[in-house]
């Protein structure tokens, strides 16, 4: 295991930098110019131009690419074009909002989804398992923005519950973490609850296997069967999909931090694509690249746990 994981590791490197290659390479060949964000369309082309060269923006392409990856190897990810703070720094704040929305959301996914799924693959074809598969379309048919605008109405604007946005750190003001991320996690933990139906398909695919059928045959209640049988196996297909999911929330749920006013990754990377902010925009995707090949590689190493015929470097 500790091989694998340490190939895996090792094969991040050539993903990051064919992403870093195109990343940089979409950034710099398309039109826009980062001093216009900075100066206005006010300023003289003088003004611009001698933004340019203290910004390092009149440098060669290669030379600019050469001296980013250098910087990369130090973790020096260079200066913020806009916000003038290091990229670092930028993110580091940014971070917090995007990683505890992933995690919380996930956990409430986790919660609801997967007692779901098996309910209902269990009782396949009962009222339970109509209503779940009925919630599950709902689910991914109705778009998150909306639900969470829905839900902004009802709970915060109607009921003055909860805060209708920001973010508030949980080490600063504990309970007013909470308040503040409660409808969002509930918002995108719901949304994510639609792979309900994965797990339902991968419990009727377990339950109709051979050695089920000698699992009944030795005494063993359903109960039983479900907890020692069913749930380990049919776990196995769910996780790509639940990983999948996870590194995607690391990457930035965009639209939710919008609707809720969080501050996180997502939104600093859209608003940094708006305004040309270079270093922030390569920094940034480079980040969510090593988060999601992170995540899957985490969900491999639970694979192997999970399923020991999984025999991995071989």
Known sequence: MARF?????????????????????????????????ILGMDATQEQRQALREALDLDRPIAEQFASW???????????????????????????????????????????????????????????????????????????????????????????????????VSPVEDPLGHVSSMLLPSLVLGISLTGFARIIRSSVLDVMSAEYMETAYSKGLTRGQVVTRHVLRNAAI??????????????????????????QGVGQLLVESIARRDYPVIQAGVLLSALLFCLVSLAVDVIYAYLDPRVRYGR
């Not at 993903?15 to 964000?37: S, Y």
């Not at 769910?238 to 990457?251: K, N, Q």
């Open 69 to 167: 990856v250098g910087g990369l190897l130090s973790l020096d990810f260079g200066q913020s074009l806009y916000l003038g703070v290091p990229v670092r720094q930028a993110l580091a704040e940014y971070l917090e909002p995007t990683v505890l929305l992933a995690v919380y959301s996930l956990v409430i996914a986790l919660l609801v989804g997967v007692p779901a799924g098996v309910v209902s693959g269990v009782r396949r074809g009962g009222l339970v398992d109509r209503l779940v598969m009925g919630a599950s379309v709902l689910i991914n048919a109705v778009p998150s923005f909306f639900f969470g605008i829905l839900m902004i109405m009802f709970f915060a604007v109607h009921l003055d519950l909860v805060p209708t946005g920001g973010y």
């Open 237 to 262: 297909p769910s996780l790509t999909v639940i990983g999948i999911s996870f590194g995607h929330l690391l990457g930035g749920a965009v639209v939710t931090e919008y609707v809720f006013n969080l």
């Open 5 to 37: 994981v340490a190939n895996r590791l090792l094969a991040l490197i050539p993903v990051l930098a064919l992403v870093a290659l195109i990343t940089f390479g979409i950034l710099h060949f398309t039109p826009g110019d980062p001093t216009v964000a």
